[in-house]
């Protein structure tokens, strides 16, 4: 802290404290991410939001850790373009954008004082209203307005940076808990807004730092902001358990001659959706598999490695035993713990970053790339026999940051590039790279594969990138998804009772079936996207469901729709164990 008064006040803060700051708001964001995974409207396990504000405040503060100026105004510019480059979701975006505001506001600021620092959140809050082109009150724009109001108001009372920002918290905190009566979504689902929550905890974490404490691994943050009426525990207490997901494990491996074809082979056999990209001097590998450590001895002979990353994919799916608590994980690198002092350090996560997928031996077409958001070696597949010249893994609970979609576009030889998001989620994140690429880049918003493969479907080689954006477009508009999951907790949502465990269908991301099997449930899902008067219905089934037990629903479905033709089609898809279209 640049200026310290008497009884510890905080005239300015510099630099170095700034960055501090905002590096254990990360390590707060981090001790509670799965919390704010876990307050989800619906529930079905794909809760994100804690993990894409993490991973977005991770490239802020490494990209803080980078900049070679140390004034305040220098950091929060970095620590915006970090955020920017890494944002993942639309809560990310969000974040970005706040600290955009906020690095607007402090340009060419040294040292803040406490009417600066009001200022600059008010400014960050503008900015994330902005950034969305629908604003809804009782999200985490209000969360962010409401500090930023309190921090002004207490800025014209006191000097002191700390005793503006322990109102700032504080109004946050109570704006938090006051979201379910701005939402009634959130109040039926028992739960506060998730992105509130993560930005009131970062907040509370840059308090914590400027008062000069010591963060506590293991301590809770602040009670005030409810988290969830009903942490996620055992999603699957009624439903058996039929198989072990095992380890989703990666790495960088750097070398000297690598041979790409030779390490994609023998990691194929170590596991399931192996994948091996790269070159003779860098290869990133990655691979689900029951043997992590196997993978990873493999890898040490090899050459270098970093950036491992190990997640038990048993914490992304119901857990059997009522006991396991969802969220342990074996330790990993990546933590943003790292770049704190000793003793403000927290426990290393288990979330990660996710990469690119780039398609080999796929040329141009008509001078145009498609590059496709998927989650999904099945659908991944899909879209690589549509043309699809790149793919970004990612989609829902995996959102893929700026960075990673503007990898993907540079990625591509042609200057003209359409990208399908293929998730609500991503749109936002895809529309940024718009203004971070020199290409001519369309962003056609398709809001699910079924959307995107039906975009595929509407490109004509021989038209131009405006033509084919509006037929793409158009052809994405008039197809309606039907997904089925299972219920990780029980409550009344969108006017259903529901109980943990039970099959939820979602019709184009809104909750409209409940029952006790798929069977049901797809195709209560297919009556009401008026199938009947459709062609062809398409099954994507998921990785938790097996050829037997999907040729059995295709059968019910064929006998239900005689006058349909019927495809079933290997998705891969996680979390969701079918998706249907009907076109």
Do not use: W
Not at 75 to 88: F, K, Q, T
Not at 515 to 533: S, Y
Request: charged share 20%; with cysteine; hydrophobic share 45%.
């Amino acid at each position: 802290m640049a200026s310290d008064g008497q009884n510890g006040r905080k005239e300015l803060c510099d630099g170095p404290s700034f960055q501090r700051a905002l590096a254990m708001a990360a390590v707060l964001l981090e001790q509670h991410a799965a919390e704010i995974n876990a307050l989800n409207v619906y529930p079905v396990p794909d809760g994100d939001t804690g993990t894409n504000m993490l991973l977005t405040m991770r490239s802020a503060v490494a990209a803080m850790e980078q900049s070679p100026e140390k004034s305040v105004g220098a950091l929060a510019r970095a620590a915006a373009h970090g955020a920017l480059m890494g944002a993942r979701g639309n809560s990310g975006v969000i974040l970005s954008q706040f600290l955009k505001g906020l690095a607007q506001a402090l340009e060419f600021k040294a040292v803040v004082a406490a009417q600066d620092f009001a200022e600059a959140l008010a400014q960050g809050a503008a900015m994330a209203c902005l950034g969305i082109v629908q604003p809804v009150e009782g999200t985490m724009i209000t969360v962010g307005k409401d500090a930023a109001a309190a921090a002004l108001l207490r800025a014209k009372e006191d000097s002191d940076v700390v005793y503006v920002l322990q109102g700032t918290v504080i109004a946050a905190r109570e704006s938090v808990a006051r979201t379910p009566l701005l939402l009634d979504v959130l109040r039926d689902a028992g739960v506060v807004d998730a992105g509130g929550q993560g930005l009131y905890l970062i907040l509370e974490g840059m308090l914590r730092c400027l008062r000069g404490e010591m963060l506590n691994p293991t301590a809770p943050a602040d009670q005030g902001a409810p988290v969830a009426t009903d942490p996620i525990v055992n999603a699957a207490a009624r439903a058996p358990h039929e198989e072990s997901f095992g380890y989703c494990t990666e790495f960088l491996v750097e070398g000297h001659g690598l041979d790409l074809e030779q390490i994609r082979a023998r990691v194929a056999t170590m596991g399931d959706s192996a994948i091996a990209v790269g070159d003779e001097n860098v290869v990133r590998v990655h691979v689900h598999t029951t043997q992590p450590g196997r993978v990873v001895e493999y890898g040490t002979q090899l050459g270098t490695l970093h950036q491992i990353k190990i997640d038990n994919m048993e914490d992304q799916h119901p857990s059997p035993d009522p006991h396991v608590e969802v969220g342990r994980t074996l330790p990993v690198t990546g933590s943003v713990s790292s770049l704190l002092p000793a003793g403000l350090r927290a426990p290393l996560s288990n979330v990660s970053d996710r990469g690119i997928a780039p398609i080999p031996g796929v040329g141009q077409l008509a001078g145009i790339a498609t590059v496709a958001v998927v989650q999904g070696d099945g659908l991944e597949d899909v879209l690589r026999g549509l043309g699809v010249m790149s793919i970004v893994q990612g989609g829902q609970t995996m959102n893929p940051s700026t960075e990673d979609l503007l990898g993907a576009v540079e990625g591509v030889s042609c200057q003209d590039v359409i990208l399908l998001p293929n998730n609500c989620n991503v749109i936002l994140a895809a529309k940024q790279v718009q203004s971070l690429t020199r290409k001519h880049l369309v962003v056609v918003p398709t809001e699910t594969v079924p959307q995107g493969i039906a975009a595929l479907l509407a490109f004509n080689y021989q038209a131009d990138l405006s033509t084919n954006a509006v037929a793409m477009e158009r052809a994405a508009k008039a197809i309606r998804t039907g997904e089925t999951t299972v219920a990780v907790r029980s409550g009344k949502f969108d006017g259903l009772t529901v109980c943990k465990g039970q099959v939820l269908g979602l019709l184009d991301g809104r909750l409209v079936a409940v029952g006790d099997d798929d069977e049901d449930v797809v195709l209560d899902l297919l009556e009401r996207m008026e199938a009947h008067a459709r062609e062809i219905i398409t099954i994507y089934f998921g990785q938790d469901k097996n050829q037997e037990q999907a040729q059995v629903l295709c059968r019910s479905v064929r006998l239900r729709f005689p006058a349909q033709q019927v495809e079933l089609v290997y998705g891969g898809q996680p979390h969701y164990g079918y998706v249907v279209s009907a076109d």
